[in-house]
């Protein structure tokens, strides 16, 4: 069973607008999200993470917003560039031992 | 501070073969965890290890091992390859055994590919 789901595989917004990636998860036991950024043929590089005490965490572009009665996180970039291409993970922990997401693959278009 | 680092980058082994990958952390980070890529099952938790033990494991056969040196290297073994075990193999190292407030830097990966 996926206990952190991200339903959409692809996602494509124009430059400059916001991109929107959603995750949901269902083990309460999730205390800290984190989202994850990758490249074809690099490992995946750490962008923004959450605790479950808070319901937001800002870093520059990024945004992550924690919703705990409804499981779900969301990472808001804003504005995008054609370099924040790639594909997002969102990862949710009690410790190191991560649950990945699928991933969603996210196009920016000039 | 140089990242984490992955040998080799690809392997092509045959069934049935043993399989050894190496990983230096970045360094003082003293936790190394391994991970599976796939495209079926996504990112998958294989094992980690911290101050040469291991704390957590995955649910991954006993083919999967590992183990973890005291200068926090770590290396991970399969043996009695299966086509299934063609992946990309990521090792991701943090300074703690927790993710709080210190979250993982992961390797390029080593692209296994088994024939």
């Known amino acids: 069973d996926q206990q952190v789901k991200q339903n959409s595989p692809s996602l494509s917004v124009q430059e400059g607008r916001i991109s929107i990636l959603n995750c949901d998860y269902t083990?309460?036991?999730?205390?800290?999200f984190l989202w994850y950024k990758k490249y074809p043929a690099e490992g995946p590089t750490f962008l923004i993470s959450i605790s479950s005490i808070k319901d937001k965490n800002e870093d520059g572009r990024f945004t992550v917003f924690l919703n705990k009665s409804a499981k779900h996180l969301s990472l808001h970039i804003v504005p995008s560039q054609p370099g924040d291409s790639a594909v997002y993970f969102c990862?949710?922990?009690?410790?190191?031992?991560?649950?990945f997401g699928s991933g969603t693959q996210l196009t920016v278009l000039p | 501070k140089a990242g984490v680092t992955q040998t080799p980058r690809y392997l092509i082994k045959t069934r049935g073969q043993q399989v050894t990958l190496s990983c230096s952390p970045i360094s003082g980070h003293r936790s190394v965890s391994w991970y599976q890529q796939t495209p079926g099952q996504g990112l998958q938790f294989l094992f980690e290890?911290?101050?040469?033990?291991?704390?957590n494991k995955g649910n991954f056969p006993g083919r999967f091992s590992g183990r973890q040196f005291s200068n926090s290297r770590s290396e991970m073994n399969v043996s009695t390859l299966e086509l299934g075990d063609s992946a990309l193999y990521l090792c991701?190292?943090?300074?703690?055994?927790?993710?709080?407030?210190?979250?993982?830097?992961f390797g390029n990966g080593t692209r296994l590919t088994v024939t």
């Open positions: 083990n309460s036991m999730f205390d800290y």
């Open positions: 991701a190292s943090s300074q703690q055994s927790s993710s709080y407030n210190s979250p993982l830097h």
């Open positions: 990862a949710a922990s009690p410790s190191t031992q991560l649950t």
């Open positions: 290890y911290f101050s040469e033990t291991q704390r």
